[in-house]
């Protein structure tokens, strides 16, 4: 491993569950129609608020490659995680046992970019519009608020990184 390697220690549930979101997640950006979600319209955002006619070309000429995009960092994500493939019938500990997704340093920005669709989607679907508008109860939150642990976590080992060199 080189020394820009950022090793991510995950329970295999974790890792799991991750590989599952990416998989929802490559569908949805995969979507022949895509144009109408609003998930999807929350990642590629108006370039032009306040003129329609420039937006609307922006988009056309720039939303599909930056989906592309999208789908590419996210299947280099999930190549990343192949260590986390599903085994059946595992026993609560081993669910629970760690592993490492060892992260090249050329893959980081692609997890970065991916983690972070990832809860913009979410945020879209459960109606998060700020830090403190959400229901509590939602179990979707949980799982935004994971993904925004692990997207600090690797943000702070990639600093840490950055800092010895």
């Not at 569908?27 to 979600?37: F, G, K, M, Q, S």
């Amino acid at each position: 491993m080189s020394a820009r390697t950022i090793v991510l220690p995950l329970a295999q549930i974790e890792g799991q569950h991750l590989i599952a979101l990416l998989d929802e997640f490559l569908l949805l950006v995969d979507a022949p129609e895509r144009d109408e979600d609003a998930a999807l319209q929350r990642l590629t955002p108006t370039a032009y608020p306040d003129d329609d006619e420039a937006s609307q070309e922006y988009a056309m000429l720039t939303r599909g490659d930056l989906l592309d995009r999208r789908s590419q960092d996210a299947a280099l994500v999930r190549a990343d995680l192949a260590v986390f493939e599903r085994e059946d019938g595992l026993t609560r500990r081993d669910a629970m046992r760690p592993r490492d997704a060892v992260i090249a340093g050329d893959h980081l920005d692609a997890w970065l970019r991916t983690l972070t669709a990832l809860r913009l989607v979410l945020a879209t679907r459960i109606g998060i519009t700020s830090a403190d508008a959400h229901d509590p109860d939602d179990e979707r939150f949980g799982v935004y608020d994971w993904l925004g642990y692990r997207l600090e976590g690797l943000i702070q080992a990639a600093d840490e990184r950055d800092a010895r060199f």
